[in-house]
């Protein structure tokens, strides 16, 4: 991710009333082992941002090891397994297989990055999959502003 955006974000989760919008910064053993877990690669944007910021707010909840407390509990392991059984009869499992689940919209459906590092949104009601955008830092920089 580019040093600019990653600065912004520093700034922005480091205020004082921020705290609880943070959490604490990824191990790389947290990141070898939910890898191993799930059986994908985490993309080198996510791996950046998980290590410099945890679970944190940006623009959307990106989730984690140790979130932020306004984000929740729920570990990108959490989430990925309780998709992927969820979506097991829907045609975006096999996607949901090979990808990983790093938030969710305001209705309830699944922000995946998938290998390519393509940020993709999973619809309960449809099953189908949408691309959000080309990468977790477009993401970023279309979702996140320092209000």
Not at 67 to 91: C, M
Not at 128 to 133: F, G, P, R, S, V
Request: hydrophobic letters at 40%; proline letters at 2%; glycine letters at 8%.
């Amino acid at each position: 991710m580019k040093d600019e955006l990653m600065e912004r974000l520093k700034i922005f989760l480091h205020r004082e009333d921020n705290i609880t919008l943070v959490g604490i910064p990824a191990s790389q053993e947290e990141i070898v082992n939910a890898e191993q877990r799930l059986n994908v690669n985490f993309h080198e944007d996510y791996v950046h941002f998980i290590k410099m910021f945890g679970g944190a707010y940006a623009g959307l909840a990106i989730h984690a090891f140790s979130n932020g407390s306004s984000l929740g509990n729920e570990t990108v392991i959490d989430l990925t397994l309780g998709f992927r059984e969820q979506y097991k009869e829907l045609p975006c499992a096999e996607v949901l297989r090979a990808s990983y689940v790093i938030s969710m919209d305001g209705s309830g459906d699944p922000i995946i990055i998938n290998r390519a590092g393509k940020v993709l949104i999973g619809f309960h009601d449809t099953g189908e999959i949408k691309l959000l955008a080309d990468s977790l830092e477009e993401l970023i920089e279309e979702n996140f502003s320092e209000w």
